[in-house]
């Protein structure tokens, strides 16, 4: 099947919200895991993994994630590097890349997945969503960095060590036209949501 399957990093406990998990956060009416989820899927990601950590069955409970590989990552409290190392040890065997995002930057959606999926062309890939020249979100990783992802993702720092050691083989697509880069991580930023 191979392809490029979406990977949403949807764990976080949302510290500086006063501890409520970002993925449960309604947008739309529906979850952010869930607005996170669909906007893969229109992007071109036929399958979806989605790491879930601080309140997990409160999540589940109210999302649906039909059709999604989810993980549930004990880990998460030791920040977004764990969610990471969960999310691609359960990417499928003939997975070809994938292409991360995460679910606090409602901003960024199908059309800039869509843009990256279609920059991809090989296995040694590694490309990121630009801004005016910043790396941004989401990135697309080609299966010959998992391994050396794997060993680098703790922390909060999820792939930028890569990202950083190997700017030089990154591309960045730039998005800044299709996509909003912001962050869900106050109580001021709770506006940015759409009922």
Not at 9 to 35: T, Y
Request: net charge negative.
């Amino acid at each position: 099947m191979g392809g490029v399957v979406g990977l949403l990093l949807a764990a976080g406990g949302g510290r500086r919200l006063g501890g409520r998990a970002k993925a449960g956060l309604i947008h739309r009416g529906r979850p952010l895991v869930e607005h996170g989820v669909a906007e893969l899927r229109a992007g071109g990601c036929d399958r979806v993994v989605v790491v879930l950590g601080a309140e997990a069955e409160a999540v589940l409970a109210v999302a649906r994630l039909d059709g999604c590989v989810v993980v549930r990552n004990a880990d998460w409290d030791a920040g977004m590097g764990s969610s990471l190392a969960a999310g691609v040890a359960a990417l499928p065997a003939d997975a070809d890349a994938f292409l991360v995002t995460l679910v606090d930057m409602p901003g960024v959606g199908a059309a800039a997945v869509r843009r990256l999926i279609a920059a991809y062309t090989a296995h040694d890939d590694l490309i990121a969503a630009g801004y005016t020249g910043t790396r941004g979100h989401p990135v697309l990783i080609g299966r010959a960095w998992w391994p050396e992802l794997a060993a680098k993702a703790e922390g909060d720092a999820g792939a930028r060590a890569l990202l950083t050691e190997q700017r030089a083989r990154l591309r960045l697509i730039e998005c800044g036209d299709i996509a909003d880069p912001y962050d869900i991580d106050t109580p001021e930023d709770l506006g940015r949501l759409e009922p």
